[in-house]
């Protein structure tokens, strides 16, 4: 069992930065792989960015590819998601999400096997 507990949300300007931290706790952290999805009001939930085990390989959607970055640290069981540069169309409840499958770096919804309750970003233009 993994329980996964996303912080870092809030309020901020189009064009601000926010940086997302989820805590993990259960199973050793550092062997699964990690993600980060979205949900906007009235869309369905969607990828951002994962993160392998050792944090040596990172996926993004294109959405996101040079703004947003991914980065675990193992020795805290804790999986961030900087944002920069942010824009209205990112507001979204913002998931952290836990793969144990193994070979690949997952990045669809049904490859994960834990989440998060979310945490709500809200860009204003």
């Known amino acids: 069992q993994v329980q996964l507990v996303e912080s870092g949300g809030g309020l901020v300007q189009a064009g601000g930065s926010l940086r997302l931290s989820c805590a993990a706790s259960?199973?050793?952290?550092?062997?699964?792989?990690m993600g980060w999805f979205r949900q906007a009001p009235g869309k369905e939930r969607e990828f951002v960015a994962a993160?392998?085990?050792?944090?040596?390989?990172?996926y993004y959607a294109d959405s996101v590819k040079g703004r947003f970055t991914i980065s675990r640290d193992n020795a805290k069981n804790t999986v961030y998601l900087q944002m920069t540069s942010l824009k209205p169309e990112d507001t979204a409840v913002y998931y952290c999400?836990?793969?144990?499958?193994?070979?690949?770096?997952?990045?669809?919804?049904?490859?994960?096997?834990?989440w998060g309750q979310g945490t709500q970003v809200t860009v204003a233009s």
């Open positions: 993160i392998s085990w050792s944090g040596g390989s990172t």
């Open positions: 259960g199973r050793t952290f550092s062997s699964y792989s």
């Open positions: 999400a836990a793969s144990f499958l193994t070979g690949w770096v997952p990045r669809t919804l049904n490859e994960y096997d834990y």
